[in-house]
Each structure stands twice: as structure tokens, then as C-alpha cells.
């Protein structure tokens, strides 16, 4: 189960317990002194003064406090955002790396039967011994960050198969999308994985902020690096009104790119928005 590190932050305002204890020290004092003598005509106007003078008070203060608290949220929705991110990336390793060390001690024990030297037997026998082991710890360790859904199976990992489907679904949303790959190579998996959130969140964000426009999608290679642009041409309808979300998926996106020792920028260009991601490929 997925624990927030960080308990979201509570409004507070500290403008409502000084008011109350001004008003009740201006009623406790007209009560005790009463209206009579010249203090029944100095100290009304006294009192309606620094009520209204408490109360501009408790205003801009009661301002400030929820300018702070939102302040807090957004930094606190970030940080969210990251350590989900984070989370997810865990998950895709466990899948990745386990796969891996899963093959290695299957065609390790495979060689049993086959007749070789003392040395690459025990040699052998030392590699599947240690990808079990391998396996075993790294599923130890990530189990905790598993969804709850993980218990009915989770989704196979992206691949860069799944691209056509990611834009052709964003085509029955309303975009228009010309999708483009070229020739790759060998991509790691990890790096699949990231081509594929990029594009879908790229997607995402064309749809919530331009409507039914025109988008182009271009994967390629550019030496170590795969290149992923998703670019619109903004929105197409008159009077289109977006509707953006929290604003923490390219946070997040980012945060996994950086980890795979790529950059991914966002830039306004012409009347649309272009996302391009620069992913280090270590399969090149």
C-alpha cells in the first residue's frame, strides 16, 4: 500500500482567536464602565474604532494565512507527485530487473545435465545461486511499495508496441495525431517505459489544454539518446476553454527521466505546446 510521506497540511488561521479576544474585551469593558459620565462619550466611538480596526486586521490576516496554505498544498501536491512517480519507477524496476535475473537463473540451471569442466560447473552453479538470491531480495524489498491492486495482477510494463494504441486512443478523444517512428535499434526497457508515459502524458496534456487539434508525434534516435516530441498546434476551436489538472504530471515525468540520465523540456512554440523528452539509452 502506497503511504504519503508527508501528511497534507492543515489551514490554519491565526486572525480568529485574537478577534475574539479583543471583542470580548471591548464588551467586558463598556459592561463595567457603563455609559455614563464623559467616558459614555469617548469610549463608544473607542470601542467601534478598534472593533473595525480588528476586523481590517483579521481580514489581511485571514488573506495571508490561506495565501501560506496554499503555498504549503502546492509544494506538498509536488512532492506527492515526485514520490508517486518514484514509486511507480520502483515498480517497473522490480519488473524489469526480476525478469532479468529470472532468465539468467533459468538458463543457468539449464546447463546441469550438459557435461563441462569442474570450474564452470561451480561457476555456474554460483551465478543461479546468486540470481535467486538476487531475486529473492529485490522482491523483499519493493513488495512493500506494491499497490494494492497488485494483489489481482498488474498491467504488463509499456512497451514501445503499445505507442499506436496510446495515440490512437488519444485520436477517439478528440485529437488529430499523426504518430512517427523510426528505425530505434535494441531500447532497453526502462527507456521503452518512459517513451510511453511521455507520449501518453504529452497526449494528456494536449487534450486538456488545446482540445481537438493537431498533434505530432516523433520518436527517434539520436546516438545514446532516444527523442521522444509530442508538439500541438494549439487550440483549433474558437472560444476553447482548457482545463488543466494539478499541474504535477510533467513533475512526475520528469522526476523518471532524470532518473534514467535524460532531460525533458516544455516549451510554448507558435500558438501550440511542444514536450520533448531526451532519454540516455544504454542499450546503444
Known amino acids: 500500500m502506497v503511504v504519503n510521506?508527508?501528511?497534507?497540511?492543515?489551514?490554519?488561521?491565526?486572525?480568529?482567536?485574537?478577534?475574539?479576544?479583543?471583542?470580548?474585551?471591548?464588551?467586558?469593558?463598556?459592561?463595567?464602565?457603563?455609559?455614563?459620565g464623559p467616558l459614555g462619550v469617548v469610549l463608544p466611538p473607542l470601542i467601534v474604532g478598534t472593533a473595525v480596526a480588528a476586523a481590517v486586521w483579521a481580514v489581511r490576516r485571514s488573506r495571508a494565512d490561506r495565501t501560506a496554505y496554499e503555498s504549503r498544498l502546492t509544494a506538498w501536491a509536488a512532492s506527492e507527485a515526485v514520490l508517486a512517480e518514484r514509486l511507480r519507477i520502483a515498480h517497473d524496476l522490480h519488473d524489469i530487473v526480476s525478469h532479468g535475473l529470472g532468465l539468467i537463473t533459468v538458463r543457468a540451471a539449464a546447463t546441469r545435465h550438459l557435461p563441462k569442466p569442474a570450474d564452470v560447473e561451480a561457476a555456474l552453479t554460483d551465478i543461479e545461486d546468486a540470481s535467486r538470491h538476487a531475486t529473492t531480495e529485490l522482491r523483499r524489498m519493493l513488495t512493500v511499495l506494491r499497490e494494492p491492486s497488485a494483489a489481482s495482477g498488474r498491467a504488463p510494463v509499456d512497451n514501445l508496441d503499445d505507442l499506436?494504441?496510446?495515440?490512437?486512443?488519444?485520436?477517439?478523444?478528440?485529437?488529430?495525431?499523426?504518430?512517427?517512428?523510426?528505425?530505434?535499434?535494441?531500447?532497453?526497457?526502462?527507456?521503452?517505459?518512459?517513451?510511453?508515459?511521455?507520449?501518453?502524458?504529452?497526449?494528456?496534456?494536449?487534450?486538456?489544454?488545446?482540445?481537438?487539434?493537431?498533434?505530432?508525434?516523433?520518436?527517434?534516435?539520436?546516438?545514446?539518446?532516444?527523442?521522444?516530441?509530442?508538439?500541438?498546434?494549439?487550440p483549433s476551436v474558437d472560444g476553447w476553454r482548457a482545463s488543466p489538472g494539478a499541474g504535477h504530471g510533467l513533475t512526475g515525468l520528469r522526476e523518471r527521466i532524470g532518473s534514467l540520465g535524460g532531460t525533458l523540456s516544455a516549451d510554448h512554440v507558435d500558438a501550440g505546446f511542444r514536450v520533448t523528452a531526451r532519454i540516455r539509452d544504454e542499450e546503444a
Request: net charge positive; aromatic share 4%; charged share 15%.
Open 5 to 36: 510521506a508527508h501528511p497534507r497540511p492543515a489551514m490554519r488561521f491565526s486572525a480568529m482567536p485574537v478577534v475574539a479576544a479583543v471583542i470580548s474585551v471591548l464588551v467586558m469593558v463598556m459592561c463595567t464602565v457603563g455609559a455614563q
Open 164 to 234: 499506436p494504441g496510446i495515440v490512437h486512443g488519444a485520436s477517439l478523444a478528440g485529437l488529430r495525431t499523426r504518430l512517427t517512428v523510426e528505425p530505434l535499434g535494441p531500447v532497453s526497457q526502462g527507456v521503452q517505459v518512459a517513451v510511453c508515459k511521455t507520449v501518453r502524458e504529452a497526449l494528456s496534456n494536449a487534450a486538456r489544454y488545446a482540445g481537438p487539434t493537431e498533434v505530432r508525434v516523433r520518436v527517434y534516435r539520436d546516438g545514446t539518446y532516444l527523442v521522444v516530441t509530442v508538439a500541438d498546434t494549439g
